[in-house]
T-cell receptor
Framework: NAGVMQNPRHLVRRRGQEARLRCSPM?????VYWYRQLPEEGLKFMVY????????ESGMPKERFSAEFPKEGPSILRIQQVVRGDSAAYFC????????????FGPGTRLTVL | GDSVTQMEGPVTLSEEAFLTINCTYT??????LFWYVQYPGEGLQLLLK?????DKGSNKGFEATYRKETTSFHLEKGSVQVSDSAVYFC?????????????FGTGTLLAVQP
């Protein structure tokens, strides 16, 4: 059973460009979480999605950031008009959906904004 | 709001030394508590967890006890190995509500020297 997959592993963008980060949850998992790890900091929750629904986006910046988890295909975290402060590692986690179940983390996407 | 505080690193130890990494939390109610480990270039892996007061989580020689009276979940290992070198994150997860988001500490880098 493959783990949580994220791609790309490394992404370089210039200021003003768009970044698209993809997350394929583990097989059978319908719940996806996105976390951001800024340099020298811990992970911060961004958004929690179930298939086709955003359940909690309380950690998402108000502008430029959006997330989706369509019925088919991976979850996408989209950052428009990137700025240098967006440089970070973005981790995706998935769970089967039950409240007590463990979140399984992907290897992360390291975004560098030049 | 809920938060997790853990001791800052880096922590540098010689092989076979005793390890303690302190972690305290603030939360409404009684959260579940976790320790995650992140090896270089990889995502987070669950190391151990405890879901109620006085529970002891253990794995790979690591232990942590959920102390409600001191709101702590300190990580310990009796004899560290070079292969334990990694970043360790303490995390909490609140009970109930529509989300299972994890709240992380800032991480503690452990470097074990031969």
């Amino acid at each position: 059973n493959a783990g949580v997959m994220q791609n790309p592993r490394h992404l370089v963008r210039r200021r003003g460009q768009e970044a698209r980060l993809r997350c394929s949850p583990m097989k059978g998992h319908s719940h996806v979480y996105w976390y951001r790890q800024l340099p020298e900091e811990g992970l911060k929750f961004m958004v929690y999605l179930q298939k086709e629904n955003i359940i909690d986006e309380s950690g998402m910046p108000k502008e430029r950031f959006s997330a989706e988890f369509p019925k088919e295909g991976p979850s996408i975290l989209r950052i428009q008009q990137v700025v240098r402060g967006d440089s970070a590692a973005y981790f995706c986690a998935s769970s089967p959906g039950l409240a007590e179940n463990q979140q399984f983390f992907g290897p992360g996407t390291r975004l560098t904004v030049l | 709001g809920d938060s997790v505080t853990q001791m800052e690193g880096p922590v540098t130890l010689s092989e076979e030394a005793f390890l303690t990494i302190n972690c305290t939390y603030t939360a409404t109610g009684y959260p579940s508590l976790f320790w995650y480990v992140q090896y270089p270039g990889e995502g987070l892996q669950l190391l151990l967890k405890a879901t109620k007061a006085d529970d002891k989580g253990s794995n790979k020689g690591f232990e942590a006890t959920y102390r409600k009276e001191t709101t702590s979940f300190h990580l310990e290992k009796g004899s560290v190995q070079v292969s334990d070198s990694a970043v360790y994150f303490c995390a909490s997860r609140g009970m109930g509500g529509a989300t299972n988001k994890l709240i992380f500490g800032t991480g503690t880098l452990l470097a074990v020297q031969p």
